[in-house]
């Protein structure tokens, strides 16, 4: 707790302190009784009937306090905390304003207690904003966002996703941020225009707590530049420091360490195709691509901005219940995945910051549960409640990073390959080296700005081209298969198998320890989190990166090395150029079909039988009791 925000409240015996998080009414309490009993801390909503059942309940549980008059002290300090922020409102001279949590109760619940929580608040942010299109985009922003507002991992690392959101300027990537942003409680995210280095360590220097459970919003890269040595630490620890010199009172040189306490999420627009590597790396890269007719729709929907139906709508009540329904969500921060296998995990060797990229995707789905948190169960542990994510929000994360976040792992967009393309198709049909940035621009379908835009990545970073006496022409050796889209989902587990281990039972808990919000129906929730329909069936295995072709040649993404979004090659080579020497034997193959005697496992769940948690067991059992049988 931070002692300047601290207020000390005795009621009923007991005695309390409480830190709001930004609202006069959530925050962390900290209570005792005259007995010395405990202390029990955990974060509260004093003005919900339920939370302080719940802490007396737990408090109560684990120290022995008396949980009946505790929750009667609960219920007084809930009273004295109203009588202060009236008399703080008076004293200051103006009308009681009506806090950010105070929508409607009812409709606030209402948008939380069914599934799809996540599709309506994207829905009504594209409304109320005027969004066109960008379903896929809000959905991920909004996630990233929310993710902020997870309690840290057991480790202290951040539980959330970042992102770095990409594309030409003009295509709206600030819009989609600025319209999530428009409808989060203020105390959820801070935006700025620019920053210099140290000003966020100034301003922690009277509040650490100035970015904890916030989402970062610079309005451009430009705005971080300034601020990755700060950043690097903050979205991997969860806090950073900065140890300076300033003036004592008596105008001595003294030592101060400045600290910033987490945990936060950030997204970064921008048009740069890369920004600081390593900062990068801990990052999701998501490209919102252009369409034909989009400036039609854009233009549009400003014209209709001017109709006298769109002046004369109040969002407000919207706006509030919102605000309210995700406050309401923060007295419980912390999810849990009952998912104990060895195979949930991004097993591809291809991808240098491959950790890194699944934690992110992990974000996604923790995010994804905590906003779903009515329609999930609960688990009652000493340390607090937790909500229990499910395979659905695994599904969920996964379906929007195939349709969003192919850059996080080969960073080229679609205008890098139709450059690529053309330099190629030019060198094909020609006997010179090198051509000019309009020779190549005519040939992509692009602008010749465009070109001249991603030469210094395309030849620096992803050194696919090189600058000759001509212009600009392919690296030696290139072709094709280098940058070609390939399967993006490669390692990753997919939906399919996650559910499958989840209902082996190796996702099981105790019954105490785990209750439902709600009766489950029977009836499963249809995934539309997609603009495209996904196809998980035909999707490449998770170690498809790994398994060599009938030649014994090691196939991959692209039909070549994967790319590290990012990272600067240590040689001229280019990170795309495949392994022509790799001839690795295959793994990991159950059964065989060399021998007669050779049995051959088959996975009821369209699996390898060595992935399916379930069948593995099963078949080498029925295997086992053939072979003793047969002896």
Request: proline fraction near 5%; glycine fraction near 8%; charged fraction near 25%.
């Amino acid at each position: 707790m931070s002692a300047a925000n601290v207020k000390s409240y005795e009621a009923e015996g007991f005695y309390f302190e409480f830190s709001p998080n930004g609202t006069p009414y959530i925050g962390m309490l900290r209570a005792t009784d005259e007995a010395q009993s405990g202390p029990y801390e955990a974060e509260v909503n004093l003005q919900k009937a339920g939370s302080r059942e719940r802490y007396a309940k737990k408090a109560a549980e684990l120290y022995g306090m008396d949980g009946s008059g505790l929750e009667r002290a609960l219920n007084e300090v809930c009273t004295r905390r109203s009588e202060e922020v009236a008399a703080a409102v008076q004293a200051e001279g103006g009308e009681e304003q009506e806090p950010e949590s105070a929508g409607a109760p009812e409709e606030a619940e209402a948008l939380l207690d069914s599934p799809g929580v996540l599709n309506r608040y994207v829905e009504d942010v594209a409304k109320i904003r005027g969004v066109i299109r960008d379903r896929d985009a809000l959905r991920l922003q909004t996630l990233v966002a929310l993710g902020a507002q997870l309690a840290p991992l057991p480790n202290g690392k951040p539980a959330g996703a970042n992102l770095i959101l990409t594309a030409e300027a003009g295509r709206g990537k600030n819009y989609v941020c600025d319209a999530v942003a428009s409808m989060l409680p203020n105390d959820f995210y801070m935006a700025f225009e620019s920053a210099s280095a140290k000003s966020l360590y100034y301003r922690a220097e009277i509040d650490p707590g100035i970015l904890t459970y916030r989402w970062i919003y610079p309005n451009e890269a430009e705005a971080t530049d300034q601020l990755v040595e700060l950043f690097r630490p903050l979205l991997s620890g969860g806090r950073a420091s900065h140890l300076t010199v300033n003036k004592t009172g008596e105008g001595r040189n003294a030592a101060q360490e400045l600290t910033i306490e987490g945990p936060a999420s950030i997204t970064i627009p921008t048009v740069r195709n890369k920004l600081d590597a390593q900062l990068q790396t801990r990052m999701l890269v998501a490209e919102l691509p252009d369409y034909e007719g989009r400036v039609a729709e854009h233009s549009r929907a400003v014209s209709r901005q001017l109709l006298p139906d769109n002046a004369g709508e109040d969002h407000t009540p919207k706006i509030r219940a919102w605000r309210a329904a995700l406050t309401s969500l923060t007295t419980v921060r912390r999810v849990v995945f009952l998912l104990d296998s060895d195979e949930f995990c991004f097993d591809s060797d291809e991808v240098s910051h491959g950790a890194r990229l699944w934690t992110n995707l992990l974000g996604l789905m923790l995010a994804h549960a905590w906003l779903e948190q009515r329609n999930r169960d609960i688990m009652e542990l000493a340390s607090g409640e937790m909500v229990v994510a499910t395979p659905e929000d695994y599904e969920a994360a996964y379906v929007l990073f195939a349709a969003t976040c192919e850059r996080s792992v080969v960073n080229l967009s679609d205008t890098h390959r139709a450059i690529l393309d053309a330099v190629y198709e030019l060198s094909s049909q020609s006997t010179f080296d090198g051509f000019s940035l309009r020779k190549i621009a005519d040939a992509a379908g692009v602008h010749h700005s465009t070109v001249g835009e991603h030469k210094t990545y395309l030849t620096k970073s992803a050194k696919l081209l090189k600058e000759v006496e001509g212009g600009l022409d392919l690296v030696s050796g290139a072709e094709p298969s280098w940058w070609r889209k390939g399967d993006s989902l490669v390692g990753f587990p997919r939906p399919e198998q996650v559910r499958c281990w989840w209902e082996g039972g190796v996702g099981s808990a105790s019954e105490s320890a785990r209750r439902a919000r709600h009766p489950n129906t029977g009836v499963q929730d249809p995934h539309t989190y997609a603009e495209n329909s996904v196809g998980y069936a035909t999707r490449q295995s998770p170690d498809g990166a790994r398994h060599p072709d009938q030649n014994g040649a090691k196939t991959g993404v692209s039909g070549g090395e994967t790319a590290v979004s990012g990272a600067e090659p240590a040689s001229e080579n280019s990170l795309f150029m495949p392994n022509m020497d790799d001839n690795g034997a295959v793994s990991g193959v159950s059964g065989g079909f060399d021998g007669e005697d050779n049995k051959v496992a088959v996975c009821i769940h369209e699996l390898e039988p060595a992935t399916c948690k379930v069948c593995n067991g099963y078949v080498r059992r029925l295997i086992e009791s053939q072979e003793g049988g047969t002896a």
